[in-house]
């Protein structure tokens, strides 16, 4: 696994490129847009600090990660002699089967394909990738190199092989891998996440009480600051909308529904995005949450 290419540059995609290149991969970041790539630049200068703090990089390792870094907008020129690609564009369905169907026709056929998803399983695009036995999903959480787990999940069609070398890549940048034998939307980590994310949302979006109130009740009664709302600010509101919405969908749902509709109204079309953006739920980089006051 020397040549590793991230397609997406988004919140998670960036760590995700980030976190790679840390542990000693040459990787390319795909976007479908010059723009969208300048922005990314700029979002791996701001890990310095938080690897220094959380996990003691030095600046000699952060400086050798941001020579392993290149950046491309053209798909063909970026999976050239790739031996993985890593998925990590938005949580739509058609948008994931159009870029499989695309990446399949110029990847070479050595390249391990592997989907990032939130919330689909991999077996509804294996047949898209053109290379259904070498298709499966590795899946990050944000903050990353904080929460490093990598959770690997394969399909009926994908070869053992390819399982066993991807749990080996993930241990390779620095994670912890955790193998899934059957087919879960959600995940481990989403099948737990997700009920205790909505539960709050809806008590919100029904006006129960303010999202202040729900994560005040949540740091005292568990003495964490992981909280509902905070992690949905670093999921980021676009991605929390296609999930709740689809959940919405499956569920038949309605509070979930008149959540998706909140988020909508009072952020997305606002442009209060999550931390990536600098305000969501909070205001960033400094949260009122993780203020001494906020349980007073």
Same mark, same amino acid.
């Given at each position: 696994?020397?040549?590793?290419?991230?397609?997406?540059?988004?919140?998670?995609?960036?760590?995700?490129?980030?976190?790679?290149?840390?542990?000693?991969?040459?990787?390319?970041?795909?976007?479908?847009?010059d723009?969208?790539?300048?922005?990314?630049?700029?979002?791996?200068l701001?890990?310095?600090d938080?690897?220094k703090?959380?996990?003691?990089?030095?600046?000699?390792?952060?400086?050798?990660?941001?020579?392993?870094?290149?950046?491309?907008?053209?798909?063909?020129?970026a999976?050239?002699?790739?031996?993985?690609?890593?998925?990590?564009?938005?949580?739509n369905?058609?948008?994931?089967?159009?870029?499989?169907?695309?990446?399949?026709?110029?990847a070479?056929?050595?390249?391990?394909?592997?989907?990032?998803?939130?919330?689909?399983?991999?077996?509804q695009?294996a047949?898209?990738?053109?290379?259904?036995?070498?298709?499966?999903?590795?899946?990050?959480?944000i903050?990353?190199?904080?929460?490093?787990?990598?959770?690997?999940?394969?399909?009926?069609?994908?070869?053992?092989e390819?399982?066993?070398?991807i749990?080996?890549?993930?241990?390779?940048?620095?994670?912890n891998?955790?193998?899934?034998?059957?087919?879960?939307?959600?995940?481990?980590?989403?099948?737990?996440?997700?009920?205790?994310?909505?539960?709050?949302?809806?008590?919100?979006a029904?006006?129960v =009480?303010? &999202?202040?109130?729900? %994560?005040?009740?949540? @740091? !005292?009664? $568990?003495?964490?600051?992981? =909280?509902? &709302?905070?992690?949905? %600010?670093?999921?980021? @509101? !676009?991605? $929390?909308?296609?999930?709740?919405t689809?959940?919405?969908k499956?569920?038949?749902?309605s @509070?979930?529904?008149?959540?998706?509709?909140?988020?909508?109204?009072?952020?997305?079309?606002?442009?209060?995005?999550?931390?990536?953006?600098?305000?969501?739920?909070?205001?960033?980089?400094?949260?009122?949450?993780?203020d001494?006051?906020?349980l007073?």
């Amino acid at each position: 696994m020397k040549k590793v290419v991230v397609a997406g540059s988004g919140v998670l995609g960036s760590q995700i490129a980030f976190q790679t290149a840390f542990h000693n991969h040459q990787v390319v970041v795909y976007d479908i847009k010059d723009e969208f790539l300048e922005k990314a630049k700029e979002k791996m200068l701001l890990f310095f600090d938080v690897y220094k703090k959380d996990i003691g990089a030095t600046q000699g390792q952060l400086d050798t990660a941001i020579t392993n870094l290149s950046y491309s907008s053209n798909l063909e020129e970026a999976v050239q002699d790739a031996d993985i690609v890593i998925e990590a564009i938005p949580e739509n369905v058609q948008i994931k089967k159009d870029f499989y169907i695309k990446l399949g026709k110029v990847a070479p056929e050595k390249t391990i394909f592997c989907t990032n998803s939130s919330s689909f399983i991999p077996s509804q695009f294996a047949e898209d990738t053109g290379r259904p036995e070498k298709f499966l999903a590795l899946h990050f959480l944000i903050e990353v190199w904080k929460h490093n787990v990598g959770e690997i999940m394969g399909h009926a069609g994908t070869n053992p092989e390819v399982f066993n070398e991807i749990i080996e890549f993930t241990t390779s940048i620095g994670l912890n891998p955790l193998p899934i034998y059957k087919e879960q939307p959600g995940y481990i980590s989403n099948s737990i996440l997700i009920p205790w994310a909505s539960a709050a949302l809806k008590l919100w979006a029904d006006g129960v =009480t303010d &999202f202040q109130t729900i %994560d005040k009740f949540w @740091m !005292t009664g $568990t003495q964490s600051n992981f =909280t509902p &709302f905070a992690f949905l %600010d670093a999921v980021g @509101m !676009t991605t $929390t909308y296609h999930i709740i919405t689809a959940a919405s969908k499956q569920l038949n749902d309605s @509070m979930l529904e008149k959540a998706a509709n909140r988020l909508q109204e009072e952020f997305i079309d606002k442009g209060k995005l999550g931390m990536a953006t600098g305000e969501g739920f909070y205001s960033y980089p400094n949260p009122a949450f993780l203020d001494e006051s906020f349980l007073m």
